[in-house]
């Protein structure tokens, strides 16, 4: 069984920073891809950031500058700086992991269940 847990959400100021993780755990044999998603109110789920296999990574224009994903292979855990927030950032964050459980080459899609960032003075 794979989870993927969140943390580090929270209320912010605008201007001000935060720091996500989202850690899996359970039977994880290899992770090629790891991404975070945001949904506010009323919005469809979008993309965030990404960062796959080889440390390429990719944004959504609207975070480009201010946002950074990283990644700890050895803890299977991606990270999500948030710098200079915006009250438009507002919503619930989601992890998102393609990952292949016991080495059998066939990879799945998991989900967290999400932390919530609110920017707000």
């Known amino acids: 069984q794979v989870q993927l847990v969140e943390s580090g959400g929270g209320l912010v100021q605008p201007g001000g920073s935060l720091r996500l993780s989202c850690a899996a755990s359970?039977?994880?044999?290899?992770?090629?891809?790891m991404g975070w998603y945001r949904q506010a109110p009323g919005n469809q789920r979008e993309l965030v950031a990404a960062?796959?296999?080889?440390?390429?990574?990719n944004y959504a224009d609207s975070v480009k500058g201010r946002f950074t994903i990283s990644r700890d292979n050895a803890k299977n855990t991606v990270y999500l700086q948030m710098n200079s927030l915006k009250p438009e950032d507002t919503a619930v964050y989601f992890c998102?992991?393609?990952?292949?459980?016991?080495?059998?080459?066939?990879?799945?899609?998991?989900w967290g269940q999400g932390t919530q960032v609110t920017v707000s003075s």
């Open positions: 960062i796959r296999s080889g440390d390429s990574t």
């Open positions: 359970g039977s994880i044999f290899s992770i090629n891809y």
């Open positions: 998102n992991a393609h990952l292949d459980p016991y080495g059998s080459r066939t990879y799945y899609w998991y």
